[in-house]
């Protein structure tokens, strides 16, 4: 187990990343054995919610990495889940000065990622995973309350009422 801030990502710390509501409510262990995992976490860390935590102050981190029990428990979580992998974290803003679509904005045009989806709009949060040596596939999704996630173009996204 690692503990206390991420290397080079000095706002977020293993813990924070691991903290799951359901996972304490349902006493599932939510704790990765595989190193690959701890590796991913903080690539995410550094290369994506470091610096949207530097453009726009501190960002709320609601789910990270999830154990295949914890995702399981998860209702609409997929089988296939970056979050299983270290790779994926469900963020939304603190302060109310700042919009899911502002961070949105930033990290689809500012940052490398794999998957980029807004969810359960308008009220929802951003979901970003970053896959190493999958940067570039930059797939871009959204979600409405109860609806399905479907892949989009970032302009789309953007013109969509939030």
């Keep these: 187990m690692r503990y206390g801030p991420i290397p ?18 349902e006493g599932i262990q939510n704790i990765p054995d595989d190193p690959d995992v701890w590796d991913n976490m903080e690539y995410l860390a550094r290369t994506v919610l470091q610096p949207v ?5 501190p960002i709320r ?26 790779a994926a974290a469900d963020i ?29 709009l308008p009220n929802g949060w951003v979901h970003v995973a970053i896959v190493r040596g999958r940067e570039d596939e930059r797939a871009v999704k959204f979600k409405r309350v109860g609806g399905l996630v479907r892949r989009s173009s970032y302009g789309e996204v953007m013109a969509m009422s939030w």
């Excluded at 935590?53 to 102050?57: E, Q, T």
């Excluded at 981190?61 to 270290?86: D, Q």
Aim: with cysteine; aromatic share 8%.
């Design 8 to 25: 080079g990502a000095p706002n977020f710390t293993y813990e924070e990343l691991l903290h799951s509501d359901t996972a304490v409510r």
């Design 53 to 57: 935590r530097d453009r726009f102050g």
């Design 61 to 86: 981190v609601t789910s990270g990495y999830r154990s295949a029990a914890l995702n399981k428990a998860i209702p609409g979580s997929s089988k296939t889940s970056h979050h299983c992998s270290g």
């Design 92 to 120: 939304e803003p603190v302060s109310a000065d700042v919009s899911l679509r502002d961070i949105f904005a930033f990290i689809a045009e500012n940052l490398p990622f794999t998957e980029l989806i807004a969810e359960n």
